[in-house]
């Protein structure tokens, strides 16, 4: 069925053309231009973008397509640029506008509309502080409550990929390799390769226990609760665990799904070169796209004038979410894990520290109840004697390594 059920979204929107209190000729138009489209092999998402805005269009307007004027097309573009509506919204209308209405000009652009500029003004792109940080993500793979959940928030951000695109991924697309793993999604350029790193030991952890791991063609995120357990998670169910992920992280900016493919797209276009950026994210070679997340990167262009000329230190720097790999056994553990998942060594001297308190917190233990029960005492210190030696190993060998 999918993450979003466009097919069912599809026929709601033609249902409310037909009940739509416009005229027919308007509804007609509207549903041979769609015909065309689907002619020309357009995803259902853009179908459904499509029978969504030219309702909305023709319920403005008021008139039918054809007796539209310039200055029918003046009013609703002034009042589409001073409304509330995101830039990536009023792009949508512009564009389905341009298109529509040279199709309805039997492929020729109107003077109507051929004055009307689509690209998003530079002034309306994000800005670098409306996307997330490394360490924000950190903090939402630490605050979440279940394998799955940190799973998501790690792999979203690794992937920078569409939402549709790892949303509806099954468990045979993950391949896991020696450095991490790999996505195989499905994008609006076709099938494509996508690198995982960090994320690989949170996505391993989730299908150690998902509900449907012995079948490879099941959907790699599904529900959890009592309510449609083991049901390929929708879209409005990844978002509400992002958002309220966000929310346990103290993470006080506007968090959405789409948020993380913003941010890793503008990490990623700090070094790979536009080519790169394109393959990776999965634009068509020489978009436009590439452009909207490079201007995000003057920081950096600042930084390198200001190295050039000796008046800052070149620093090369380690990304906060590099894997953390057990030097005893060689697991590769997430960048918030301060323990092996395999053997149990402490991965930091943060933790070997911790496990010194653990220590003496258990002696201390252990002396209140032998001052009751020697027996249960003589038990105890059994078991601590065999914890201790296994911990001080690990903490000495942590230690030592770094």
Known sequence: ?????????????????IEADYSQKNKDTI???????????????RILKYLSQLNILSKNFDKD???????????????????????????????????????????????????IKTPIKQ??????????????????????????????????????ARVGEIGEAKIKHVVFDEVGAFVMVKGKTGMRRVR????????????DIHPLRDDPDAPLWVNIGHRNFGKEMKYGAIRMVIKRTAKKAGIKKRVYNHLFRHSRATDYAGFMSQAQLEMHMGWKHGTRMSGTYL?????????????????????????????RKCSRCKTTN???????????????????????????????????????????????????????EALSDSASTSISDE
């Not at 009013?75 to 298109?99: H, M, N």
């Not at 979440?144 to 790690?154: L, M």
């Not at 995982?196 to 949170?202: E, G, T």
Request: proline share 4%; aromatic share 10%; glycine share 6%.
């Open 196 to 207: 995982l790193v960090f994320s690989a030991p949170y996505i391993a952890k989730w299908l």
């Open 334 to 388: 997430g960048p918030t894990s301060d323990f092996c998942s395999s053997c149990g060594m402490a991965l930091n001297a943060a933790a070997a520290t911790n496990i010194d308190g653990m220590q003496q917190l258990g002696m201390q233990l252990l002396l209140e109840i032998g001052a009751k029960d020697p027996k249960d005492a003589q038990e105890l210190q059994s078991y601590l004697g065999k914890l201790k």
């Open 1 to 17: 069925m999918g993450l979003y059920n466009y097919k069912k979204s599809i026929q709601t929107a033609e249902q409310r053309i």
């Open 295 to 323: 201007h995000l990167q003057g920081a950096q262009v600042d930084n390198t004038i200001l190295e050039h000329y000796g008046l800052k230190e070149k620093q090369d720097k380690v990304s906060e979410l590099t894997p």
């Open 123 to 160: 002034s309306d792109q994000m800005l670098p502080e409306e996307l997330l940080t490394e360490e924000e993500c950190m903090s939402m793979i630490d605050y979440a409550n279940h394998p799955r959940d940190k799973a998501i928030a790690a792999s979203w951000y690794d992937a920078g």
């Open 31 to 45: 549903f041979a231009f769609v015909n065309v489209l689907y002619a020309e092999g357009l995803s259902d998402a």
């Open 65 to 115: 397509f054809d007796e539209i004027t310039m200055s029918d097309m003046y009013r609703f573009l002034a009042e589409l640029e001073r409304s509330d509506k995101k830039p990536w919204t009023k792009q949508g209308y512009k564009v389905t506008i341009k298109r529509f209405f040279r199709w309805l000009n039997g492929g020729k652009e109107p003077e109507m509309t051929e004055w």
